[in-house]
């Protein structure tokens, strides 16, 4: 199994849809996990956490199957601007460093 | 807002020449990171270091080097490019770790590198 494991997409959609993200781990020793987002040709920059009870933030919601070692990300009421490649980040088991997924594509569509 | 700086957007060197890619964090940050995205392959990690002198190696260290003199700065080189080199170079920088918690990277613009 692969260390963080995405599916690449694309994923089109069009504006307003609610669509999600799932991302596989295979480090059962991993502690701190994240969503970051990279536009095309910038930098990567931190979406949110993911905290094991789930959190929200605004229309995204990340949640967190330890059992499972899966990760989400839903994404509600889709806009043109959440076009974008996100990343699925894991911590290298309690100590070490984060291991980026290849991301998943989403372009949404008007 | 955290800035970190990388000294170039585009390189284009020659096959053996000496490469330096420098990164320059204005936070005071630990934790200084160099990785390279390739497309199908994503980010992997080259070199870090979680102190001034102090470097660990990451997943794809061969061919590289890094330098950390100073907190703020962290330098990868390339001692002899190779076109397998060609790639985005990412730098990016974090706060000190605790414990188990990890904190946000925060990433440089990036250096696309190209080696003829």
């Known amino acids: 199994r692969k260390e963080v494991e995405q599916d690449p997409g694309p994923f089109n959609v069009p504006e307003g849809a609610t669509v999600a993200f799932n991302c596989t781990y295979s480090n059962s020793a991993s502690q701190s996990f994240f969503w970051y987002r990279q536009d095309c040709r910038k930098e990567p920059k931190l979406l949110m956490s993911v905290y094991s009870s789930g959190n929200e933030d605004g229309r995204f919601t990340a949640q967190l199957n330890r059992a499972s070692q899966y990760i989400s990300l839903l994404i509600r009421d889709s806009k043109l601007s959440d076009s974008a490649t996100y990343l699925c980040?894991?911590?290298?088991?309690?100590?070490?460093?984060?291991?980026f997924g290849k991301g998943t594509k989403l372009s949404v569509k008007p | 807002d955290v800035k970190v700086t990388q000294s170039s957007r585009y390189l284009v060197k020659r096959t053996g020449e000496k490469v330096f890619l420098e990164c320059v964090q204005d936070?005071?940050?630990?934790?200084m990171f160099w990785y390279r995205q390739d497309p199908g392959l994503g980010l992997r990690l080259i070199y870090f270091?979680?102190?001034?002198?102090?470097?660990e190696k990451g997943d794809i260290p061969e061919g590289y080097s890094v330098s950390r003199e100073k907190k703020e700065r962290f330098s990868l080189i390339l001692e002899s490019a190779s076109t397998n080199q060609t790639s985005m170079y990412l730098c990016?920088?974090?706060?000190?770790?605790?414990?188990?918690?990890?904190?946000?990277?925060?990433f440089g613009p990036g250096t696309r590198l190209t080696v003829l």
């Open positions: 936070m005071d940050h630990e934790n």
């Open positions: 990016a920088s974090s706060p000190e770790l605790w414990g188990a918690a990890y904190n946000e990277q925060f």
């Open positions: 980040v894991v911590s290298r088991g309690s100590q070490g460093n984060l291991i």
């Open positions: 270091s979680y102190d001034v002198k102090m470097k």
